[in-house]
């Protein structure tokens, strides 16, 4: 038995609408993922030169933690969105700890999320 003639109609060209429909989702979801998974390395990276720093500062002293911290990010995908590190000596319960703070912009993919990250770094001194 044959199909009447306009059997079907209806469904020509539906795969293209579904296509414009689906593909910008799909963007957006990959957008989103990759601008998480850059959030989370710029953020892993400026914590372990935060760390590093605090560490190098707690034998050398403040100024020397943050020329640290600064190398230590110098050849990274962070480098470009520091702001400023400082470094100071503070007591925590009677301990000596030195805190190196990195502040930085977070690079954004797409205009949600926020712009701003500061990290910090905690050594004992020692000495």
Not at 22 to 30: G, K, R, S
Request: charged share 15%; hydrophobic share 55%.
């Amino acid at each position: 038995m044959r199909p009447r003639c306009g059997a079907g109609l209806e469904e020509r060209g539906s795969a293209v609408v579904e296509f414009a429909v689906v593909v910008p989702l799909l963007v957006l979801v990959a957008l989103a993922v990759v601008q998480v998974g850059l959030a989370l390395h710029v953020r892993s990276t400026l914590q372990s030169a935060a760390a590093e720093g605090a560490r190098v500062a707690a034998v050398s002293g403040p100024d020397t933690g943050v020329a640290r911290t600064r190398s230590a990010l110098a050849s990274s995908l962070a480098a470009g969105v520091v702001e400023e590190v400082t470094a100071s000596r503070i007591t925590v319960r009677g301990v000596a700890t030195v805190v190196v703070v990195v502040r930085a912009r977070l690079p954004l993919v797409g205009l949600l999320g926020p712009t701003a990250l500061v990290v910090q770094g905690h050594a004992l001194v020692e000495g």
